[in-house]
């Protein structure tokens, strides 16, 4: 039972919505493995695993890996549901397990596939320590309580989320719309509130200057120095670091010598600074301030033990820790208590050891601070909170200058003014832990984490950017390019807010904001922002689009998804407002990663649809069946777009009142149920050859309607298509033609069969004496789809060059345009600049020349300096 290949799909998939694990298995001898046996194996895993009882899991091998991988994440604090398994042979399956956390779900996975295999050989595991491994594992990689409240708040609002490393750094929103968080701090809180923060007397400095109370106190230098502050403020006192966090080395109520000088020394152990203070009576109070208003409270226990008059308080502390809630740090609700230096003078303080047993019912303490991080617990008293303490807490996080703040009280009764009682603030936190305010030990939760989200983002507001998604077969490079142009032609007056606000206008761009910047695309190219190549080679894939909306530069996307990238990755955005399929045809790259017919390959085109927003839009090609079929998949309204105006989709689709662009009379028009308005002629469209060019005229249909259905404005539109030419910088390597006296050179990407026939259609548009042809067989294709491209070379050209030959592809090639009609001569060069070279020196007046390339800007750069003055321009 091997797991051959492990694909992390992070975004939206084929099989689920959510991150999966897609597994190769390979079952080998154990593909034919005995009922009873497997039986047996079922039996043992629901022993070794009691929580599968009553569950319905099975009945075969993959099915059990998948189910008790599920499980062991569950178990781990992950609620995973969804688990998929397809054969593709008697003993090879595909296997999806949805996962959180991708080391948690790996691991989880290992497991499961150690479990089964112990079962079916009869051998025994340490089960609880695998559980208590992948426990820990848990909450060493997942978000922690205060980063996952925000996380959680976020995303019920439609904000996407983007975990930025293995700590809590995470992006909220896309593009120039993104904030950022870290824990319970954002990028609003500012290096010079967190070190004054950080600095305590610094700290009481101010809070005291705008008559916050605070504490007397001064720094000390050593422990007798300490001692002799205490008796100069008057006993008792409280020691603590100057600079510091989570209550580490903090000791209060201290009333003699023997007391200070100790907590001096743990003190000491956190910095080289440390601070005597007055002490305030009391209980100790959290007050969590968040844009300027008080959002919760809490009361804080320091961390103790009740006496039974039988256990020790090591054996107390043992059983407290048990609490599922408290882990060894902060990823879970509670943290231990720790016997460390501090706990131990606390003991001795009231006369235990760790070893002594309190008479039941004694409160023992281990700390006399409140703190969570040192085991301490929490009750809510919002409610409770006096409106004047409420206000002193804001003015002290105001003073500072922190965004969200815990602010530190120490009161007799929150519910009265501190001024009427020896209370005040005693610190204030940045990045303070909201794990008391989230699940207290008693009292009501409180919604911090929504109150950080509406703090970061206006009500309404999502921090999304406009996103369109286009995949396909053919035309996909040159359809994105075209949107991103349109939307990158520059306007002379923007048209006002109300008119782009209309109808739920997806446009980014506001007022005093250029017209049309921040226009960002991904495709097989490359990246560009506003035209500048940020990173080249092929970024059609998620990887590429994430960095896209990683960028605070961006204000719109548009993403070429290639199914590489869908099959191995997902999607790598939650979902996109248009999703446009240019067609599927005969398909392309069959027989990869389980891929192997035209439907199965619009199954994973149908992924970008099913993922558009619900008030998006999807643009699929009436004519394509396969993709019109993708309409039912759509949650959100479809644009339907055809050559043809009477195409009996188009037709239907407009008597629901729907939209449609298509052709009528060489003009591209917009319709809207049987409303229709002529955007602009085919003559106008530089790219199409006044409508000649039919592929080109499809891909310029399928940009009109995306960039329709963001409500740009048509003038933009027809400036828009007026000037994207289609050369060798707009689309390099798509459809570029070169005029060299009477003859035409033509280069182009035509890399499977349907593009390569789509090609030779166009041809008709340039008059020729003579067709030649330089072409390699694509590398990745099937051997029925390069016998296929050689029948339609045969067919259309009489001189042939090949290159990258010979090998089995070109001899499969050569085999196909033998059985042509036109029987062409045929060459062969050893490299791709070899073969051009050959046909340049041979070109002839009136000769078309296609250059099929598949090294694009190598390709273009040798052409262009062996045509000089020539460019690349329209016919």
Known sequence: MELQHVWVLRGANIWARCPVLEVELALADLAAVAEPRLADCTACLRNWLPSLAGQSIGPDLPALLCDVTLELQRLAGSPVQIGRVRPERDDFFRVAIEFEEEELGRACLETARQLILAALAERSIDVAAELSRLRDLANDVRLGPSTASIVRAARQRGIPVRRLNRGSLVQLGHGFRQRRICAAETDATGAIAEMIAQDKQLTRALLGAVGVPVPEGRPVADAEDAWKAAQEIGLPVVVKPQYGNHGRGVATNLST?????????????????VLVESYFPGDD??????????????????????????????????????????????????????????????????????????????????????????????????????????????EAARVVGLDIAGVDVVAEDISRPLEEQRGGVVEINAGPGLRMHLEPSAGKPRPVGEAIVSMLFAEGETGRIPLIAVTGVNGKTTTTRLIAHLLRTPHPAPPLQEERAKEGSLL?????????????????DGIYLDGRRLR?????????????????????????????????????????????????????????????????????????????????????????????AMA???????????????????????????????????????????????????????????????????????????????????????????????????????????????????????????????????????????????????????????????????????RIILYHDP?????????????????????????????????????????????GVESIEEALAFVQ???????????
């Open 536 to 628: 080249g080679g092929d970024c059609s894939g998620p990887r590429s689009a994430r960095a896209v909306l990683l960028n605070p530069n961006v204000r719109v996307a548009v993403l070429e998804t290639a199914r590489g990238g869908i099959l191995r990755q997902g999607l790598g955005f939650d979902f996109c407002d248009v999703a446009v399929v240019t067609n599927i045809g005969d398909g392309d790259h069959l027989d990869a990663h389980g891929v192997e017919t035209v439907e199965e390959l619009a199954r994973v085109k149908r992924v970008v649809v099913e993922n558009v927003a619900v008030n998006g839009v999807a643009v699929l090609n009436a004519a394509d069946p396969l993709v019109v």
């Open 632 to 798: 039912d998949h759509c949650p959100g309204r479809v644009i339907f777009f055809a050559r043809n105006a009477d195409h009996p989709v188009v037709t239907a689709h407009r008597h629901r009142g729907e939209r449609a662009v298509f052709v009528r009379d060489n003009q591209i028009v917009l319709a809207e149920g049987q409303r229709a308005e002529v955007l602009t002629t085919l003559e106008h469209v530089p790219l199409t050859y006044g409508g000649r060019i039919a592929f080109q005229v499809e891909n310029v249909l399928a940009a009109c309607a995306a960039v329709w259905s963001l409500h740009l404005p048509l003038d933009i539109l027809r400036t828009g298509l007026a000037s994207f030419r289609g050369d060798t910088q707009q689309v390099p390597g798509r459809f570029n033609v070169f005029h060299v006296g009477t003859a035409i050179v033509l280069v182009d990407y035509a890399h499977n069969p349907s593009a390569l026939t789509a090609l030779v259609e166009a041809l008709a548009a340039f008059p020729h004496r003579r067709r030649c042809l330089v072409f390699a067989p694509p590398r990745d294709r099937r051997p029925a789809d390069v016998l296929a491209m050689g029948r339609t070379i045969g067919d259309s050209f009489e």
């Open 285 to 394: 109070y959290r007050l969590l301030v968040i844009g300027g208003r008080l959002v919760a409270a809490a009361r804080r226990e320091p961390a103790h033990v009740i006496g039974d008059g039988r256990s020790t308080i090591r054996e107390l502390v043992a059983e407290v820790n048990r609490d599922p809630r408290r882990s060894d740090g902060h990823a879970t609700v509670l943290s231990f208590i720790k016997l460390d230096t501090v706990g131990l003078a606390v003991l001795a303080e009231q006369g235990y050891t760790p070893d002594s047993v309190p008479p039941a019912g004694q409160r023992v303490l281990i700390r006399r601070n409140g703190n969570l991080s040192t085991g301490g617990t929490a009750t809510d008293v919002t409610d409770r909170v006096h409106p004047e303490t409420a206000a002193r807490a804001v």
């Open 807 to 851: 090998d089995d592809l070109s001899a499969l090639l050569r085999h196909g345009i033998a059985t042509g009609k036109r029987q062409p001569e045929i060459h062969a060069m050893p490299g791709e600049l070899d073969a051009i070279e050959m046909a340049l020196t041979d070109l002839r007046p009136d000769d078309l020349l296609v250059l």
């Open 257 to 273: 010598r023997g007391q200070i000088v100790n907590a001096y020394a743990a003190a000491r152990e956190e910095g080289p600074s």
């Open 508 to 524: 980014p761009w506001g007022g005093g904001v250029e017209w049309g910047k921040g226009v960002a695309m991904t495709c097989t």
């Open 865 to 875: 300096a062996r045509l000089p003055g020539q460019g690349s321009r329209r016919g």
